[in-house]
């Protein structure tokens, strides 16, 4: 069992940046593939970013390649997304998720635990 936990979500003006955190709870940390996940009012969740397990190997949406970052610290059981030059349509609850695929996940249904979400809000 995984609990995660989200913070740094906030308003920010179009072009500035915010860093997401999410800390795992459980010993295993290193072995999840980790994921960001976000849900606009009125939209599907859509895929972001996500770190392989090795940490080695990162994935993103191409809407925010060149602009986020995902990283993680297995020693705190923390993973990051840094958000710079955001965007009124980044707008949006940003949420983690962890799952045990050896594979990329790009899929919500492939990730078996979640977090409650932390709201971003980009304004123009």
């Known amino acids: 069992q995984v609990q995660l936990v989200e913070s740094g979500g906030g308003l920010v003006q179009a072009g500035g940046s915010l860093r997401l955190s999410c800390v795992a709870s459980?010993?295993?940390?290193?072995?999840?593939?980790m994921g960001w996940f976000r849900q606009a009012p009125g939209k599907e969740r859509e895929f972001v970013a996500a770190i392989m397990w090795g940490g080695g190997n990162t994935y993103y949406t191409d809407s925010v390649k060149g602009r986020f970052t995902i990283s993680r610290d297995n020693a705190k059981n923390t993973v990051y997304l840094q958000m710079n030059s955001l965007k009124p349509e980044d707008t949006a609850v940003y949420s983690c998720?962890?799952?045990?695929?050896?594979?990329?996940?790009?899929?919500?249904?492939?990730?078996?635990?979640w977090g409650q979400g932390t709201q971003v809000t980009v304004s123009s």
């Open positions: 998720a962890a799952t045990g695929a050896r594979g990329f996940a790009r899929s919500q249904y492939e990730y078996a635990y």
């Open positions: 459980g010993r295993t940390f290193s072995s999840y593939t």
